[in-house]
């Protein structure tokens, strides 16, 4: 059973930044992929980015050139930096780890509100 750790949701403005972190308790050769997902409501989950062993990165058309992700392998932690927020970018974001073996693991998510 892997762990995710997520921080840096809140309430922030239109216009503003946050930055989601999550720590992974499993070893960096046991992943293949993190990413994030986020789930508006009334909304199906939906993935926001993600990032491969090996550094490819895929972001949503809705989020490109805002997000970046990024991951550092020696803490087994991925970043979402979210710049230019909008309040269509409210949802409950969750980290998500792809694991080599095929299993994939969820956070407890996170609630980022973006509103004046």
């Known amino acids: 059973q892997v762990q995710l750790v997520e921080s840096g949701g809140g309430l922030v403005q239109p216009g503003g930044s946050l930055r989601l972190s999550c720590a992974a308790s499993?070893?960096?050769?046991?992943?293949?992929?993190m990413g994030w997902y986020r789930q508006a409501p009334g909304k199906e989950r939906e993935l926001v980015a993600s990032?491969?062993?090996?550094?490819?990165?895929n972001y949503a058309d809705s989020v490109k050139g805002r997000f970046t992700i990024s991951r550092t392998y020696a803490k087994n932690t991925v970043y979402l930096q979210m710049n230019s927020l909008k309040p269509e970018d409210t949802a409950v974001y969750y980290c998500?780890?792809?694991?080599?073996?095929?299993?994939?693991?969820w956070g407890q998510g996170t609630q980022v509100t973006v509103s004046s």
């Open positions: 499993a070893s960096i050769f046991s992943i293949n992929a």
């Open positions: 990032i491969t062993l090996g550094g490819s990165t």
């Open positions: 998500n780890t792809l694991m080599v073996d095929g299993s994939q693991f």
